[in-house]
């Protein structure tokens, strides 16, 4: 299927385009089906992106738009009716790495708008078989699964995918896309590297993003600072991507495909058809919204991480009704600015 999708696209292009079967074994690879295994990661990282359909497969859709053959209303495109969620887990960059980012990336069910929650890292949860713990202690424990179970016990929601990426392969990306444009409301400066990041807006390679990321010792509110900005992140890769053209450049389209430390599982979903349907998506359709916490300390000392009773059901009832435009519009200050 995929491989008759990709020759009919490049069929008008074949001296420009890379070639067909690498690139249908690529998509498959990075898009495999939840029966498959999850592949252990052994070098993580601490960022996210949306999906590998928002980066790989749309290049090939949007750039052939004649070859997409028109959805007539109540056909069916392959996907599941209604709303998409994807769960997205930034790594650690250990050996046995905890998730140090932990997104939910919400498609409205007319596919036109992409809402992005964080969850702080160290949020109190239960984590079953473990008794509480911090989120990010989950990955440890007991892999993207785990953390799947324990968002989907406290959404409500049902995932449709999971996508799980290193820092490496964030840099990789970023580097494969030209770099990103990017607006920092704070300055950062790296613990690691001792480079500033300061105010404003300016582009960022794929060395400065892998670093960025990482930041969260001395920002004006730490976790949630490095969150907001790994949103930001994720932003601006999905415009950069919409800025490229395929045909002209298959040599990133192949760069793109080869990125190794990123893990997507789509289950049952049909790439292709999922490309197809978000390929317009650009990053201005993408809201970042940050999970509503507050801190709190357990009777050891130990720094929590709870979510607000009050704002935190609206929130989780936004999502799973796919309301949250209405909860964006009601609750300003729980966005991300871009």
Sequence with gaps: MIEQQLRESFARHEGEAPNVDELRQGIVTLTGKRRRRRIALRYTGVAAIVAVVLLVVPLIVKNVPNRVP?????????????????LVLGLEPFDQPGSDSVTVVHISSDHKRAYLIDFERDLLVDIPGHGQGKL??????????????????????????????????????????????????????????????????????????????????????????????????????????????LFTDANRVAALLHVSGLQVDLGDIDAIALAAQLKNLDGKDLTGIVSPNYRTLDKAGVAYEQLDPVVTPQLFGALRDDALAQFATAHPDWLVNH
């Design 136 to 245: 990010t202690s989950a990955y440890k424990l007991g892999g993207a699964p785990l953390t799947e179970q324990i968002v989907q016990s406290l959404t409500g929601i049902t995932f449709n995918g999971v996508v799980t990426i290193t820092v490496d392969a964030l840099r990789d990306l970023t580097t494969a896309v030209g770099g990103i444009q990017m607006c920092l409301p704070v300055t950062v400066k790296s613990i690691h590297t001792g480079r500033t990041f300061p105010v404003g807006c300016y582009p960022f390679d794929g060395a400065a993003v892998a670093d960025l990321v990482r930041q969260r010792m001395n920002l004006p509110m730490g976790g949630y600072t490095r969150d907001a900005n790994i949103q930001r992140v994720m932003m601006a890769l999905v415009s950069s991507v919409h800025r490229l053209n």
């Design 70 to 86: 028109h959805i007539a209303p109540g056909v069916t495109t392959g996907l599941p009716d209604g709303p998409l969620n994807f």
